[in-house]
């Protein structure tokens, strides 16, 4: 019987049903012939050709495996990198459109023998970025050429900025928090606390209001029981008073005008003594010497314009700035120091606690930068580096013993 030709029904059947996939057990990659069923696999296995090519592959199986497994490795990354780029994508997404292709490598040639282990594989060899989820492996490529290193350098290099200055803020606001609680509990300790202030207990309360209450009967009943002239007037009793007795006699006029409760009484007595201690404070803090408290020039931050300091970061510039030297040239925000090296003349942005004061030999001049004296210049006369202290003269002839840290050589 004649073979059927190239347009006739069978032949055109034959050509559609060969479009579609089959199944992958029925696929000879030797031979690189895709049969339909188990029958016609039969008869292609038992075929001259086929014979010929399992010969050749017994003679050196490694050759034959190991080149299948790159070619089937090699076009699956090229898909990847194709199709998806760098972005993170499920496994089996790609390897469903890598088997659309009907003449692909497949996988039972390879010497893996599913797509999970051959995800492990591109996770192991450093290939793509692999992980597993309840769907199942995702993976995602990594480039290798020269403009995706300098881009993944260039968002690491962002990433550590951003970084970096998120942690200079928080170390910012954390100092300005603990400066602010210190100043308080200063101010509190200084401010001296009255006991009429203090909580009370409803024992003490209840003490307070009946005495309050028995003061107030005593002194309308001896109010009432004077005749003539008032106890409250002045010409009467020839007396003059001062500005205390006549807010006093105010105050006790509204209590014989005005019924007033025991809670207000206490509460205008308290008030009243409270005005008295402000006034003798005032009093007492202008008389004071500034000197006489070296705490008040003691502040957290240090840094000032025109001094000369040393970077002690390891890491900043790959620590080429490593106890380097450089001049202040501006100081932002009180902690943050625009910086030019005195070697090289770069000019850096760095945080005070990256930086140390230099203590210059006698008899240089120095700036106190905190402590007594803050912000005076004045001149090393000694240094006592068993003590870590020196000793420097001020303009006007003062001689003050100052730490290390309290002074920095002057530009």
Same mark, same amino acid.
């Given at each position: ?134 769907? =199942? ?7 290798? %050429? !020269?403009?995706?290193? @300098?881009?993944? #350098?260039?968002? /690491? *290099? ?77 010409? =009467? ?7 205390? %007795? !006549?807010?006093?006699? @105010?105050?006790? #006029?509204?209590? /014989? *005008? ?87 003349? !770069? ?65």
């Amino acid at each position: 019987m004649p073979k059927a030709g190239f347009l006739t029904a069978k032949a055109i059947g034959k050509r559609i049903k060969s479009k579609g996939l089959k199944k992958l057990r029925f696929y000879c990659q030797m031979c690189q012939k895709q049969c339909r069923d188990a029958n016609g696999f039969k008869c292609h296995i038992m075929t001259e050709g086929h014979l010929r090519q399992m010969q050749l592959v017994a003679e050196n199986p490694n050759k034959y495996v190991d080149g299948f497994s790159q070619d089937f490795e090699t076009l699956f990354l090229e898909l990847l990198a194709r199709r998806f780029g760098e972005k993170r994508v499920l496994a089996n997404s790609i390897y469903q459109e890598y088997i659309s292709e009907r003449n692909h490598v497949h996988m039972n040639s390879t010497m893996w023998d599913s797509l999970t282990s051959f995800v492990k594989y591109l996770g192991r060899t450093k290939k793509c970025i692999v992980d597993e989820t309840e769907r =199942g492996w995702f993976v995602q490529w990594i480039r290798r %050429d !020269a403009d995706g290193v @300098a881009e993944r #350098e260039k968002k /690491r *290099k962002r990433r550590k900025a951003l970084a970096d200055d998120e942690e200079r803020m928080a170390r910012n606001l954390k100092r300005r928090v603990e400066a602010a609680a210190r100043a308080a509990s200063e101010m509190k300790n200084e401010s001296s606390v009255l006991d009429d202030d203090e909580p009370l207990d409803e024992a003490d309360f209840e003490r307070k209001i009946s005495n309050t209450r028995l003061s107030l009967k005593v002194s309308s009943k001896k109010a009432s029981s004077i005749n003539g002239v008032g106890l409250f007037d002045d010409v =009467g009793r020839g007396a003059k008073m001062d500005d205390g %007795d !006549a807010k006093e006699k @105010a105050s006790t #006029e509204g209590l /014989r *005008k005005k019924k007033v409760s025991a809670l207000d009484a206490i509460i205008m007595s308290t008030e009243a003594a409270k005005r008295r201690q402000t006034s003798e404070n005032t009093s007492h803090h202008v008389a004071e010497d500034v000197e006489t408290r070296p705490h008040r020039n003691r502040f957290e931050h240090w840094i000032a314009d025109n001094i000369v300091v040393r970077v002690v970061n390891k890491t900043l510039g790959k620590g080429r700035f490593f106890r380097k030297k450089g001049t202040i040239v501006t100081v932002q925000d009180r902690f943050l120091a625009t910086v030019k090296m005195l070697d090289g003349g !770069a000019t850096i942005r760095i945080d005070q606690d990256d930086l140390e004061t230099v203590v210059p030999k006698p008899p240089a001049r120095v700036l106190i930068v905190n402590g007594r004296g803050r912000g005076k210049f004045a001149r090393v006369s000694s240094l006592d580096k068993r003590k870590y202290k020196a000793t420097v003269v001020l303009k006007d002839g003062g001689v003050l013993e100052k730490d290390y840290e309290d002074i920095c050589r002057a530009d």
